[in-house]
Each structure stands twice: as C-alpha cells, then as structure tokens.
C-alpha cells in the first residue's frame, strides 16, 4: 500500500475520531539463505507515518510463508515458534498496544473522588 492511500487511512481514522496507536508494516522484508535482508518495497514509509503524525510504536513483519499459513489455519505465528523473531515482533506489539489502550482508557474515565 503507498504511504498515500495510509495517509488517506489514518486522516479517516481521526475524523471518525478511531485512535490509532501503531503502524505494522506487513511483508517488509524477507531473509534470504545467506542471510542478507532485502526489502523489495523499500524501507521508510512507516517511519514517515510515525514522524508525521507522532504514532507511539511501529513494526515490521517479513514475508514468511509460515506466518501466511499459520493465519490461514488460525494458529498464531507466536505459539506454533515462541523463539522465533514473528513471534517477539508480535509480542512487542502486543505489550505496546496494551500500554497505549491503557492510557486511553485512564483518559477517557471519569474523574472519582
């Protein structure tokens, strides 16, 4: 997707007033066999979506045949390879996104004394 049409997505978000919390760029990248990383779409879109409008954590996920399976079938990347790097990615996602959930909801809750 071009950094347009997610520009498009996010300025949408906001005037349906939807928080966004963080950008996953899928199918960034793939590791080849000797190891060398290569990103056929590029690199950079996500952090110009982060910069521009100040999103709080942003991430990366490869081109892994497994992952597309695992989804298919509906078994998480991260239990079927706890060790692998999906599998912390998703993690690090996931702890991220309960730290900003958490933060709006203490802002969205009325005040008690």
């Given at each position: 997707m071009c950094i347009r049409d997610r520009v498009k997505g996010v300025e949408m978000f906001q005037k349906l007033k939807v928080p966004t919390v963080a950008v996953v760029e899928?199918?960034?990248h793939f590791d080849c066999e000797h190891g060398t990383r290569y990103y056929?779409?590029?690199?950079?879109?996500?952090?110009?979506?982060v910069a521009q409008y100040g999103f709080p954590y942003s991430c990366t996920l490869p081109i892994e045949?497994?992952?597309?399976l695992y989804s298919d079938i509906g078994r998480p990347m991260a239990a079927q390879d706890d060790n692998s790097e999906v599998a912390q990615t998703f993690r690090d996602l996931g702890s991220?996104?309960?730290?900003?959930?958490e933060v709006l909801a203490e802002a969205r809750a009325p005040e008690t004394r």
């Open positions: 899928n199918m960034a056929p779409f590029g690199r950079g879109s996500s952090d110009a979506l045949p497994l992952l597309s991220a996104l309960r730290s900003e959930l």
